[in-house]
Each structure stands twice: as C-alpha cells, then as structure tokens.
C-alpha cells in the first residue's frame, strides 16, 4: 500500500523536480522583491494589529473552512469513515502543499496515504481522492466564476481598471472554465482511468482492476457527485468568508462581498499556476495587486499573506510531526 502512495506521488511529480525546484526559488525571489518594494512597517503593523488573539481566531477559522472542505469527499466515499479521519485526510494534503515543495497536486497523494492508514485498501483510496479531486477542481471553478461576477461592478468603478476589465474578465473565466472543463474530463473516466490505473499499479493488474472499478463506480454515482461539488463550494465560498475574518482582525471593516471575490480571484491565480510549490510568490503577489482593487493598500494585501502563510506553518508543523511519528511508528512495528 505504501508503494502505491509512492507510486501517486511520483505520477504527479514526475519529470517535474528541476522545474519545481526552479519554480520554488522564483517564488521565493518575488516575495523578497515585494517586501523590498512596499513599506515593510506598514506591512508589519497590519499584521499585528489583532495580536495574539486574533491570530487564534484567523487558525480557528482557517480550521473551521478545513472542515467545509473535507467534507466534500464524504459523498463519494464507498465504506464509511469518521469524520475525523475525512478532516486529518485533508489537513495532511493542505498542510503538506502549502509547507513542504510540492505542487498542490502531489498534496493528494498525502491524503491518500491518511486513508490508508486509517485501514482503507490502496485501491480505494487512490480512487476516492483522485475523484475529490476533481469535483473540487469543478466547485473552484464555479467559485471563480462567482469571484468575477460580484467583482464586475467595483473593476468598472476604477478609473485606472475599468480599460483592463474585459482582459481580466476573459482571462479568470478562462481559468474557471479551464477547470469545469478538466473536472468533466476526468469525470467521463475512459482512458484517463486507464493510464492513471497503469501508472499507479503497473504490473500489478488485480489492484489496477480494482482502482479501475471503484473509481468508475464513484463516478457513476451522479447524484452523489453533484453533492461532493455542491458541499465542496460551500467550503470555497467558507475560504471567502475566512478572508473576511482576517480583515475584520486586521481592523478593517470590509465588505463581505469584496472578501468573497478576492478569494475566488486569489484562488484561480493559484489554480493557474498549480505547479508552483505551495503557491510561493504567486500568492503574495496575488493579494499585492488584488487588494488595491477593492479599496485596499498592496501593503494589505501582502499582510493578509503573510498572516495566512504564518497559520499555515502553525497548522502544518503539527500535522507533518504527527503523521511523520505514525509512520515511524509503523515501520518499527515492520
């Protein structure tokens, strides 16, 4: 079962080292570009403006969208799981994507390996995280779409915006759509799931069959697919209302449509650029130039960045210790 793992793992990554490597060090050269370029004190006043405890209430809140979001794959799930394990699932994936230099891809092989220690078959759980995947990737891009329409009228507002409105519209509903039209790809299965089964079992056919089944009998589920899609935009437009928190800890009073649409805006930047290890500098960069937008200073947006890298690190640092001390674990046991 752990060679399956690996086996996901590296179907994601393949061929990719050097360049995410090379991706990795861009990004980390664009974040320090963009701390050397804006007034670092007003960058780092906002940041902690709400203090100890309303950092606690930005992790609480980012822990509580986490919940949203795992939730999404309890209706493909063909054998029960507690909730949980569905939530440590999750938390694995995000947590490894967004601290250790790996695309968020890679991230669900991570989630796949929590199900499997949990007791779930190799088969099932390459299967069943590959099919949440997807219908996430489907509820993002409605999400993005949703991100542009309420964004409409503040882009044509701005004066210096309103000439690039029809550019930055054409090129997010690209994005949304790019990723409705990849979701619907893997949902019509076919030789995708043939390839994915040969890449993940190889000569192994018994478990390549097995994957092959499940996989198609998840995706034949259409009602309980639609539900995954719905449950897992709910937790995208939870991401919007988490934002809206962290400017609300910041001291601003900002409106809540804003925070929804710069999410889903920040969010399709990071789906463009999926091969980017846990989004360096992308999205930095994202809120610098997304904030102004809405009424806000870059320096705000590079803030709300760094507040929300900094709950990954305290969320993620726990989880990868844990997971790392289960496996050990397991193989002393071995």
Not at 48 to 55: A, E, T, V
Not at 251 to 256: L, N, R, T, V
Not at 289 to 315: C, H, K, Q, Y
Request: aromatic share 10%; net charge positive.
């Amino acid at each position: 079962m752990g060679k399956c793992m690996a086996k996901l793992a590296a179907y994601t990554l393949e061929g990719q080292s050097l360049r995410l490597f090379l991706s990795f060090l861009l990004g980390i050269a664009v974040v320090i570009a963009l701390l050397l370029n804006f007034d670092l004190g007003a960058v780092m006043a906002a940041v902690k403006h709400g203090g100890i405890s309303g950092f606690l209430l930005i992790v609480g809140a980012g822990l509580a969208v986490e919940v949203v979001l795992a939730i999404g794959i309890w209706p493909l799930l063909l054998s029960p799981v507690p909730l949980p394990i569905i939530v440590a699932a999750r938390q694995l994936r995000d947590s490894s994507s967004d601290v250790l230099p790996i695309t968020q891809i890679g991230g669900v092989a991570f989630a796949a390996r929590a199900l499997v220690l949990y007791g779930m078959a190799a088969s099932e759980a390459s299967a069943v995280v590959i099919a949440d995947f997807t219908t996430e990737a489907f509820a993002q891009g409605l999400y993005v779409f949703a991100g542009v329409l309420a964004s409409l009228s503040l882009l044509y507002a701005s004066p210096a915006l309103s000439p690039y409105v029809t550019a930055m519209l054409g090129g997010a509903l690209f994005i949304s759509f790019g990723s409705i039209g990849f979701a619907l790809v893997q949902l019509g299965g076919g030789k995708w799931v043939d390839r994915m089964a040969d890449k993940l079992f190889g000569s192994d056919l018994t478990r390549a069959r097995t994957f092959h089944e499940i996989i198609h009998a998840i995706y034949g589920r259409h009602k309980r697919v639609a539900l995954s899609i719905l449950l897992q935009l709910a937790g995208w437009f939870a991401s919007g209302f988490w934002l809206w928190v962290i400017l609300r800890t910041m001291g601003f009073h900002a409106d809540i449509r804003a925070a929804l649409a710069i999410q889903a805006l920040l969010e399709g930047l990071r789906s463009a650029t999926v091969f980017i290890p846990a989004s360096v500098g992308i999205q930095e960069a994202g809120y610098a130039v997304l904030a102004p937008v809405f009424g806000f200073t870059p320096e705000i947006g590079l803030a709300v960045s760094l507040l929300r890298r900094a709950r990954d690190l305290v969320v993620a640092m726990p989880v990868l210790l844990i997971w790392q001390l289960i496996e050990g674990r397991r193989a002393y046991r071995a």
